[in-house]
T-cell receptor
Framework: GIQVEQSPPDLILQEGANSTLRCNFS?????LQWFHQNPWGQLINLFY???GTKQNGRLSATTVATERYSLLYISSSQTTDSGVYFC?????????????FGTGTRLQVTL | DTEVTQTPKHLVMGMTNKKSLKCEQH?????MYWYKQKAKKPPELMFV???????INESVPSRFSPECPNSSLLNLHLHALQPEDSALYLC???????????????FGPGTRLTVT
């Protein structure tokens, strides 16, 4: 099956710093999602991005499908950004979709 | 509204118990999913339902029994679980291909299950 790797695995930032998280995948995909999992386990949708660049406030994402990677940018980080960031590649399976999650990046933002 | 709800939030059960997890969405999605997430690992797909029919079973042991009684509800029936089944169980939903562009999944808050 498809392999999805994320880097770095762990990241500690001071509040206000910027960061870039990377997601590499081993095969072509139909689409890609980025999630933030908060400390209570809730997966929050950040981006649904098959290619190109999208922005939402302090966050933006870029997917280069032909080179099989996606990047998540976090600017001016805040303590509420702490948690685990997952990318997940989307494969259409008949009439539904199947997500394969990456290994995750655990982010801690300190004061 | 992109809300998926799950009950209960926490569940502790013995290995001989029978319990059920419940998931509900009112977004009109006709594809629903169960995932299992162990500590410090990514979620792993267990089951996919399309239009209330089971379409994918990722070789899940029969002690987990899914059910989709209607287009808004998804249940996961649990019986004779093992301690290694302790995990966060997540439900998700998405549009079905017949409804338009398929793919973006929305997750519920999960049920944290402990098997003693």
């Amino acid at each position: 099956g498809i392999q999805v790797e994320q880097s770095p695995p762990d990241l500690i930032l001071q509040e206000g710093a910027n960061s870039t998280l990377r997601c590499n995948f081993s095969d072509s995909v139909n689409n890609l999602q980025w999630f933030h999992q908060n400390p209570w386990g809730q997966l929050i949708n950040l981006f649904y991005i098959p290619s190109g660049t999208k922005q939402n406030g302090r966050l933006s994402a870029t997917t280069v499908a032909t080179e099989r990677y996606s990047l998540l940018y976090i600017s001016s980080s805040q303590t509420t950004d702490s948690g685990v960031y997952f990318c997940a590649v989307v494969a259409y399976t008949g009439t539904a979709s199947k997500l394969t999650f990456g290994t995750g990046t655990r982010l801690q933002v300190t004061l | 509204d992109t809300e998926v709800t799950q009950t209960p939030k926490h569940l502790v059960m013995g290995m001989t118990n029978k319990k059920s997890l419940k998931c509900e969405q009112h977004m009109g999605h006709r594809a629903m999913y169960w995932y299992k997430q162990k500590a410090k690992k990514p979620p792993e797909l267990m089951f996919v339902y399309s239009y209330e029919k089971l379409s994918i079973n990722e070789s899940v042991p029969s002690r987990f029994s899914p059910e989709c009684p209607n287009s808004s509800l998804l249940n996961l029936h649990l019986h004779a679980l093992q301690p290694e089944d302790s995990a966060l169980y997540l439900c998700a939903s998405s549009l079905h291909r017949g409804q338009g562009i398929v793919g973006e999944q929305y997750f519920g808050p999960g049920t944290r299950l402990t098997v003693t």
